[in-house]
């Protein structure tokens, strides 16, 4: 079983090698399959080829030993959720995906749990201004998860948060495609992928996805591309408020598997994200941080409330680097062209 941030950092931690034979351990072992949630698109193959996760011959009789491929499960759900999705994938065509279907499995899974349409400018789901109701959305389009409850008898499939109603009715939405009927909002946002088989790929929290230039920024999606970039250990992406400037510019606390960038590490990832991202998506901001793991709670999940306070303003940055992406490239980013930010003489 695995909490997916937690395989990130065993991927960039140092190779466990035997003392006395010199050989690597990190194979030595007898884990088949592995099974948990959160395992990013950008660790998932890293991770499978460090420790060699492969098919269990017990979930495979007949498939020889020569043959056994790579297995993940992948798993989405809440403790409090009214829905659930999974990833069984043996082959890099569903990695990363939280849950698949096939034609028919979609067509019952869709009548108890669906992705419906968001209003660009509040993150809330759309409403037709002639009827009220929702609109589904559509394959390759991102929506908020939400499931089915009993109209008449919520707590049947909801019980909701103890002590907190207010928190309970936040989570209820009602009159979404017909009159009286009631959904479970789950505050994620997803994407129906694939022609079929159906997968369901995460795209980001409600709140942690941010708005530049007119268009909204999955901070999940730009962090699986940083991700990919072969120095790169961690990307944890937030927007920030910038003097005389609308919306939130993108910025990423990123840790390299070197102590400081070089310029030529530095325009390699301006090029990589150009070349991956729309360019609005493109980080404007980087905020080297020492090591992985900086910005996490204690089951390893990524927290940006803290970094986005922050902004970047080097007086509240530490001890980190501040880098910004000037003319094609990434740059220092020190107190003067904080000071000419705010006396608006840049305009991004």
Request: aromatic residues 10%.
């Amino acid at each position: 079983m695995y909490v997916g941030e937690t395989c990130r950092y065993l991927t960039v931690a140092p190779p466990e090698i035997d003392p006395v034979t010199g050989e690597n351990l990190d194979r030595k072992h007898k884990v088949r399959v592995v099974m948990g949630n959160g395992l990013r698109a950008d660790v998932w193959d890293k991770f499978k080829e460090r420790f060699g996760i492969d098919v269990s011959p017990i979930l495979h009789p007949l498939r020889a030993a020569s043959d056994m491929q790579k297995t993940i499960f992948e798993f989405y759900a809440a403790t409090e959720g009214a829905m659930g999705a999974w990833n069984r994938s043996r082959n890099s065509l569903s990695k990363g995906a939280i849950g698949r279907y096939g034609l028919f499995s979609r067509a019952f899974i869709e009548f108890r749990s669906t992705l419906v349409a968001l209003d660009p400018e509040t993150d809330q789901p759309w409403r037709d201004p002639a009827t009220g109701f929702c609109r589904k959305a559509g394959r390759g389009e991102t929506g908020e998860m939400i499931a089915r409850l009993p109209s008449d008898d919520i707590e049947s499939r909801f019980q909701g948060y103890y002590g907190n109603a207010d928190a309970t009715n936040s989570k209820i939405m009602r009159d979404v495609f017909s009159r009286g009927d009631a959904w479970f909002r789950s505050g994620d946002v997803m994407r129906w992928e694939g022609v079929g088989d159906g997968r369901l790929f995460f795209s980001d929290r409600i709140g942690d996805t941010y708005r530049w230039k007119s268009e909204n920024v999955s901070t999940a999606e730009v962090a699986n591309v940083l991700g990919t970039h072969p120095a790169v250990q961690e990307a944890n992406v937030y927007g920030v408020q910038l003097p005389h400037h609308d919306g939130r510019a993108g910025c990423v606390a990123i840790a390299f598997d070197q102590p400081a960038p070089t310029p030529e590490l530095l325009a390699s990832l301006a090029q990589h994200s150009k070349a991956s991202l729309p360019r609005y998506a493109v980080p404007l901001f980087l905020r080297v941080v020492k090591e992985v793991g900086l910005q996490t709670t204690g089951t390893n999940k990524q927290q940006k409330h803290i970094l986005r306070e922050e902004g970047v303003d080097p007086g509240k940055t530490g001890a980190d680097q501040l880098f910004w992406l000037k003319d094609g490239i990434y740059v220092p980013f020190r107190v003067n062209e904080w000071n000419e930010l705010h006396r608006g003489a840049i305009k991004l």
